[in-house]
């Protein structure tokens, strides 16, 4: 193949990938600002009572990350955990910082919301958002359990 059109596939293909991965492409379910608000309520950021709190009680924060977004565009991995403290979640790979919100402990509290912070290639923060990280719909379908809404 010509070097043209491998860069020009290339391309295709990390475009099309990279929206995948940003959750783009996907049936994820994340919330919005005001539905992270609805959900937990909103507590100004204190990044000492950030680290401090168990999982399951941070999720009163998360409309402060989400309406604040651009103060974490541009960070690395590093500076957001040094923020945050150490990372609890997991996403699609290790690269993006993630955090438990609420956990999916109990027996009808099925769901568990993390904060995702995506990064580019350069390790760059270019978008937060809070993802349903459990339970697919597949798994709710196995369950047959409906999902609850997500507001």
Not at 1 to 13: E, G
Not at 64 to 74: C, D, H, P, V
Not at 110 to 139: G, H, M, R
């Amino acid at each position: 193949m010509n070097p043209k059109k491998a860069l020009i596939l290339a391309t295709i293909l990390f475009s099309d990938l990279s929206q995948v991965f940003a959750g783009t492409k996907t049936n994820e379910i994340f919330l919005s600002y005001e539905q992270a608000k609805k959900k937990w309520g909103e507590e100004s950021l204190n990044f000492e009572l950030f680290k401090q709190a168990p999982m399951s009680k941070r999720g009163k924060y998360a409309a402060a990350i989400l309406r604040n977004q651009k103060q974490w565009q541009g960070k690395s991995k590093r500076e957001i955990v040094e923020a945050l403290g150490k990372t609890s979640g997991h996403y699609w790979s290790e690269r993006f910082p993630t955090f438990i919100l609420e956990t999916g402990l109990g027996a009808l509290q099925l769901n568990t919301w993390q904060l995702v912070f995506f990064v580019d290639s350069s390790e760059k923060v270019t978008a937060v958002k809070v993802q349903l990280n459990c339970c697919s719909l597949e798994i709710w379908e196995k369950r047959g359990v409906k999902p609850p809404p997500t507001n």
